[in-house]
């Protein structure tokens, strides 16, 4: 007698897959055999599986296991392994942990068994966007309660220390201390200079001041990960005031956008560059595609303060265009990015 082996593997979920930024997943693998009768003597041969990630328009290898034995590449080391290949040698499951946004792309799952070899694949989406969002008087203006006020005003919440740290290595950097949810005060800083050491002596990382007391003044990091509408620009036909901006806003049966909406629309992919009101007074305007003109070499959300008087309300002397939010329906041909309503 003698068995000829088929090979299957299949990753069962339905074409993509979403997780929030700092956060964990896991992403299924199993492989399945059908048989014919074959020689009883044959040993059994062990699957050799290779997880790769494709992103960006380049290929990464992620980690390779054969039986017990498991290579994870450098870049992944702590953060990603099998999660059931000792126990159950079909189960190629990869978990990864501390998801960054440049996490997200294909996700293939290869195995090779003797002759035979087969794979499947699967898209995962990272969503998520930390920013530093500071009070419209000035820098390092609230206590720790104030900051957690002040994310949610903007409709976001206060970033945790692992959201941070995802965002910085992303290549997230800001010289601002801010809340974060555990009620420490940290930064990330990618290229260390004058002012922005911290704790680190020199080398790049995301600063630390530990647990702080919540009535001393910081600015603070938001998170948002998801809007329910769509955020747009309009080119009007002459700039507006503050208060025009509103009223232009609501005529078009919108509002003005908030500062996290903008966030959450220039991380999927919203470019202009035109600084424009938004709802808490800021004029700010989103680069994917950085260029000297436009704000510099840096992509981000870039921030006009000056335009604030000394109350701390958006000066009504300054004009500028405007972002705004619609919630529901929308124009089509008014939509710039669209942010879907879940």
Not at 167 to 195: H, K, M, N
Not at 215 to 229: H, N, P, R, S
């Amino acid at each position: 007698m003698y068995v000829v082996r088929q090979l299957q593997v299949s990753i069962p979920h339905s074409g993509s897959v979403s997780a929030s930024l700092g956060s964990s997943v896991t992403i299924p693998c199993l492989v399945f055999h059908s048989s014919t009768p074959t020689s009883p003597s044959a040993a059994p041969i062990k699957p050799r599986v290779k997880w790769i990630v494709w992103s960006g328009g380049v290929e990464r290898e992620i980690l390779v296991a054969w039986g017990h034995r498991v290579k994870v590449n450098e870049a992944y080391k702590g953060r990603a392994t099998l999660l059931n290949n000792i126990s159950s040698p079909d189960d190629l499951s990869l978990w990864l942990r501390d998801l960054r946004s440049n996490d997200s792309g294909h996700y293939y799952c290869k195995v090779q068994k003797g002759l035979e070899d087969a794979s499947d694949l699967i898209q995962l989406q990272v969503k998520g966007v930390v920013f530093h969002y500071r009070d419209g008087l000035g820098r390092y203006a609230f206590s720790f309660h104030q900051a957690q006020r002040a994310c949610e005003a903007i409709g976001a919440q206060i970033a945790t220390p692992d959201q941070l740290l995802a965002a910085y290595y992303d290549g997230y950097e800001q010289c601002d201390a801010g809340w974060l949810a555990d009620q420490s005060v940290r930064y990330p800083i990618q290229v260390p200079r004058q002012g922005c050491y911290g704790d680190m002596d020199g080398q790049p990382g995301v600063r630390n001041y530990g647990t702080m007391d919540p009535d001393v003044l910081y600015d603070v990091y938001c998170y948002v990960e998801k809007i329910q509408g769509d955020v747009f620009h309009d080119p009007v036909p002459q700039q507006l005031s503050f208060d025009e901006a509103q009223l232009y806003c609501r005529a078009a049966g919108a509002e003005l956008a908030s500062t996290a909406q903008l966030y959450l629309a220039w991380s999927e992919g919203l470019d202009r560059c035109s600084p424009g009101w938004l709802s808490d007074g800021s004029v700010r305007y989103p680069i994917t595609a950085p260029r000297v003109r436009c704000g510099g070499h840096q992509a981000g959300v870039k921030t006009l303060y000056r335009f604030r008087n000394q109350t701390g309300f958006p000066d009504p002397s300054s004009l500028h265009d405007v972002y705004c939010f619609r919630g529901e329906c929308f124009e089509p041909q008014k939509v710039l990015i669209q942010v879907k309503c879940l």
